[in-house]
């Protein structure tokens, strides 16, 4: 399961949505995920659905890697759906037993709420996908920039943002070292109740934490070593620039966004 995860990566490539300007891939993944909740219906669903397969296209990015990323909430949606499904009471009853019903209601919403899940999952890995950590943080202390006017770290805020966003992928791979090491020394960490799964779980988080203070550690050292101090007078190897490319791409997310609102409030 831990091999699924692939929030945090990296997959450079040579695509159109690669070479967007990474502000504009940001403001578009928020407008997305306020798309996705701002709708009741179904088409706010059919619009993500449609953005996403266009954005997924345009990216290059093999449709499996979107799949994978999706994997590891599999539990998450089977509990979001049965949750819906036997707490929601409406419509036409199709099943029943005893105090539980499953009825019209439902079943919509069960369906409704684990479709927009996966979409916020694709739409959102998409963006770390197609951006690297180092252009995401120039983006992200570009856009929070009218903050420093209040006297916030933007830097330093978009700086661990980034940092801990790509140590995702580095601590995976670290667990799944000490629990490969763990059962290469007898450990059972695949049966047992739950209690015992979870006192199972002690010689795993021990080592893990004390692997990620190493690592912070080793990483402020490294910045420290290299005179690093913040933002102010920093240069850029790199310059944010945006481009036509990212106009149209704004345009059709607005576009789309805007006929969400209009349906919903139409055939509400």
Known sequence: MLKDITLGQYFPMNSVVHRMDARYKIVITLIYLVMLFWGQQIWSLAAGLIFTATAVFCSKIPPKMIIKSIKPIVPILIFTGLINLLMLDGGDVYWKWWVIRITEEGVQTSVFMIVRICLLIAGTSLLTYTTSPIVLTDAIESLLSPMKKLKMPVHELAMMMTIALRFIPTLIEETSKIMAAQKARGADLESGSIVQRAQALVPIL?????????????????MECRCYHGGEGRTRLRKLQSGLRDYIALAITLLMFAGVIVLNAVLH
């Open 206 to 222: 021990i080592p893990l934490f004390v692997s990620a203070f190493r690592r912070a550690e080793e990483l402020a050292l490294a």
